[in-house]
C-alpha cells in the first residue's frame, strides 16, 4: 500500500520547525511509520543545491535560475527519498514542498504560477501531496516572534514587501485548493496551535 505525503507550509518564522518536531514525537509514541525530510535539502546533492539558493552572497540570482534550483532539488529528494518511502507504505512529513515555489517564485518572484507548474511538472503530476498544513501567520507577526531575519538565509533577508507578497500567494492557494490545503491559526500559543494541527490531519484521514 502507497504511503502519504503531508508537507507543511509558511512563511518564515511561522513556526513549522517547533510543530514538525512536535508531529515526530507524537508519530513515534503512536508507532506510526513516517519519514520526515526537508526542502530544498534532504538528500546529500539537494543540500548542495541549497547551500546554492540560501547563500547570501548569491544576490545576482535570477529569479527563473532560483525556480529551477528548487525544481531540480525537489526531484532528486523525490527519486532519493520521497518515492522509496512511500513504496515502503511510510508517511512523508516533508518541511515545505511544491506550493513553496508556487508562493515564493510564483507569486513573490512574479514567475507566474503556470512556469513554476511546468518546471515542477514531475512532481506536481506524480506526487501531489495528500494534505498540505499551511500555519497562517502574517509575516509581520512571525518576524516580530522570531525577533527578525536570519541574517545568514537569503530568502528571509527579502523585504517585508515580499514576503507579504508570499503570504498573499499561499493565501491564492488555500483559495483555490480548499480540499487539500489546510489553513491553520498559527498565531497563539504552540501547543494549541500543534493541536489544531492534529485535528486537521485526522479530519483529513492522515493520522
Known sequence: MR???????GCEGSGKSTKLRMLE???????????????????????RIRS?????????????????LYAAARVQLLHDVIEPALAQ???????????????YQGEARGLGQDFVRSVNA????????????FLD??????????HGADENDRM????????????????????SEPGRFIRVDAVGDKQQTFLRVLNALQAHGIL
Not at 122 to 130: G, I, K, Q, T, V
Not at 137 to 146: G, H, Y
Open 3 to 9: 504511503g502519504k505525503l503531508i508537507s507543511f507550509e
Open 25 to 47: 514525537g507524537y508519530l513515534q509514541e503512536h508507532n506510526i511509520p513516517y519519514l520526515y525530510t526537508r526542502e530544498p535539502g534532504g538528500n546529500p546533492i539537494s543540500e
Open 52 to 68: 546554492i539558493i540560501l547563500n547570501p552572497e548569491n544576490t545576482g540570482m535570477t529569479p527563473a535560475c532560483e525556480a529551477l
Open 89 to 103: 507504505g511510510k508517511l512523508v512529513v516533508c518541511d515545505r514542498y511544491v506550493d513553496s515555489s508556487l508562493a
Open 122 to 133: 514531475y512532481a506536481f503530476e506524480n506526487y501531489l501531496p495528500d494534505c498540505t498544513v
Open 137 to 146: 501567520i502574517t509575516p509581520e507577526q512571525a518576524f516580530a516572534r522570531k
Open 156 to 175: 528571509e533577508r527579502e523585504g517585508l514587501a515580499f514576503h507579504n507578497k508570499v503570504y498573499q500567494g499561499y493565501l491564492k492557494i488555500a483559495q
